[in-house]
């Protein structure tokens, strides 16, 4: 079996197995050059060859197609699923009594504190996300009726927390339609509790939101007119610094990805630079990781996506990521070191990044698209003893 998003080449090379490439292509019919380029992804076969090649290589020719599962298909029984339906509302019976703000207030600690350091994340989120969410749904509720003020907004406080949590894992698990509904109930939640922390800190969500559906424009909009409320609200002085530099991250994102990148250098080294210097790496305000690391690992991100490759992995070679309370951030900046060896053909050292990514964190790799992405192209660029190390990481990501 493959992965439904593995490409047509990557297919031909898996099932070509041990085969000599030129062996294949001549009795196909074809020369070795072409079907080379057809592994690498620079030719697409026509229909008669795809059926010349699967014939050959002994498969149905639908195994050689790339297509992914139509969504009717998946199944209902799903951790995913299953919190979409705690969000609309199936969960205990109205009669009965919720938990305490206190309870609700440490599981969801608990499973903030999984989800940011858990290698296996992904698991444990969906053994605890959906009974969770059904609970403090009830609660919420129930608080709303209730007169005692201190308890209803302590519920909605857990409430907000646990949708910003939501939208993250949803996100991640490709439900950006309902990463959407959580962020915007984290506003409500954070507004009805009157918690200028939390409304900030749904803000920030509220930002990535839009980043993950394709609107860099609205996120740097949102995120820096949300960065002047923060200026002015009620709240220590560590946590309004580290939610303004937070939200000016999601702006420099924003500018970044529409390919401004003047503009978001500018705007980390004067705006979010300054803030990191008061807030230490291990504080992580409201979950946001906010600090001096997140900022190196942010000027990190622009240079790699503008493709100044060697500018970006000699800001790596500063950057220590051990004291980062967060697995999530050293992911994405191992995966962003091994985008840059891969953009300078250098698979060895593609390669190595990635194996080290397995060792931390191998549900996030095995989910993340570019990675997914960079070990094809290990596989398909490589020297033959990286590229066999490459398709064994590949079986064990579930890719083929």
Known sequence: MVAADLPIGDRIRHYRGGRRQDAVAGLVGISPDYLSQIERGLKVPSLPILYALAQELGVPAAALLSEQPPAEEETADTAEAAVGRALL???????????????????????????????????????TLPGLVADVEHAVRTARART?????????????????LLRSYLRRTGRVDLATLAADR??????????PLRIAAAQWNLGHVLLAGGQP??????????????????????????????????????????????EARERLTRHAAPAA?????????????????????????????????GEALHTADAIDTSGLPSMEREFTFGLEVAACHSQRRDD???????????????ED???????????????????AMHARQAEELAVRIGLM
């Open 348 to 362: 060895a050292a593609a390669l190595l990044a990635l194996l080290g990514l397995e060792a931390i964190a191998p």
């Open 277 to 309: 210097r008061v807030v230490p790496d291990a504080s992580n305000i409201s979950w946001t990781v906010f600090g001096p690391t997140n900022i190196a690992l942010h000027a990190l991100s622009i240079e790699m996506e503008a493709g100044e490759t």
């Open 89 to 127: 509302g199936y969960g205990p019976a109205r009669s009965t009594e919720p938990l305490p703000a206190s309870v609700l207030r440490d599981r969801v600690e608990a499973a903030w504190q999984s989800w940011q350091t858990a290698g296996d994340r992904f698991t444990k989120a969906a053994e």
């Open 217 to 262: 424009a609205e996120a740097e909009e949102l995120a820096l007119r949300a960065a002047e409320q923060v200026a002015t609200a009620r709240m220590p002085e560590v946590e309004r610094t580290a939610m303004g530099g937070a939200l000016q991250l999601v702006a420099v994102v924003g500018a970044a990805r529409r390919r401004r990148w003047w």
């Open 365 to 383: 790799l095995a989910r993340t698209p570019l990675a997914r992405q960079l070990v094809l192209t290990v596989i398909r660029r490589a020297r």
């Open 186 to 195: 984290a506003m409500r939640a954070a507004e009805d509790a009157d918690d």
């Open 148 to 164: 005692d003020q201190l308890e209803r907004r302590a519920v909605l406080r857990a409430a907000a927390d646990l949708y910003c």
